[in-house]
């Protein structure tokens, strides 16, 4: 008898191979031993930065997190010398989020990686089904908001 799949707990599974994935490359000495999660929080800090400010409110938007998580990975990151928060002058409230020389070292290094990763991720996907796939995502993602 066949058990009927469940959109949610399939999506759960998936997200929960891929955040093991990232984490078993990215854990090792050599990639400073952060999780997956904070090594693609400063990868969207180096990109974004090269064109504007980044604070704690963009990350948690970005990646879909609660303001206390991310609140405690940017301690972390912080604690480990990847990270800088510097206050901004126009508004008291607002630190923005910049990368040490150390950081940007290591995202040079783990760009590749993550590379490869896309590319055995979507391997086994014509381009049809890609953009299929995003698209059902995106439909999934406007039915939780």
Request: include cysteine; charge should be positive.
């Given at each position: 008898?066949?058990?009927?799949?469940?959109?949610?707990?399939?999506?759960?599974?998936?997200?929960?191979?891929?955040?093991?994935?990232?984490?078993?490359?990215?854990?090792?000495?050599?990639?400073?031993?952060?999780?997956?999660?904070?090594?693609?929080?400063?990868?969207?800090?180096?990109?974004?930065?090269?064109?504007?400010?980044?604070?704690?409110?963009?990350?948690?938007?970005?990646?879909?997190?609660?303001?206390?998580?991310?609140?405690?990975?940017?301690?972390?990151?912080?604690?480990?010398?990847?990270?800088?928060?510097?206050?901004?002058?126009?508004?008291?409230?607002?630190?923005?989020?910049?990368?040490?020389?150390?950081?940007?070292?290591?995202?040079?290094?783990?760009?590749?990686?993550?590379?490869?990763?896309?590319e055995k991720l979507e391997e086994n996907l014509t381009e049809d089904?890609?953009?299929?796939?995003?698209?059902?995502?995106?439909?999934?993602?406007?039915?939780?908001?």
């Amino acid at each position: 008898m066949n058990e009927k799949r469940i959109i949610g707990f399939e999506i759960k599974s998936i997200s929960n191979m891929i955040r093991r994935k990232l984490d078993d490359t990215f854990c090792a000495p050599e990639f400073g031993g952060l999780t997956g999660m904070q090594n693609a929080m400063m990868g969207y800090i180096m990109r974004q930065a090269e064109h504007r400010d980044v604070f704690q409110r963009d990350i948690e938007k970005e990646f879909g997190v609660r303001r206390s998580t991310v609140t405690v990975m940017l301690q972390n990151l912080e604690q480990k010398g990847y990270i800088c928060r510097i206050p901004v002058s126009y508004d008291a409230r607002l630190k923005k989020i910049i990368l040490t020389e150390k950081a940007e070292k290591l995202q040079q290094r783990i760009r590749a990686e993550i590379d490869l990763f896309h590319e055995k991720l979507e391997e086994n996907l014509t381009e049809d089904e890609k953009e299929q796939l995003l698209y059902l995502l995106d439909k999934i993602r406007q039915s939780l908001k």
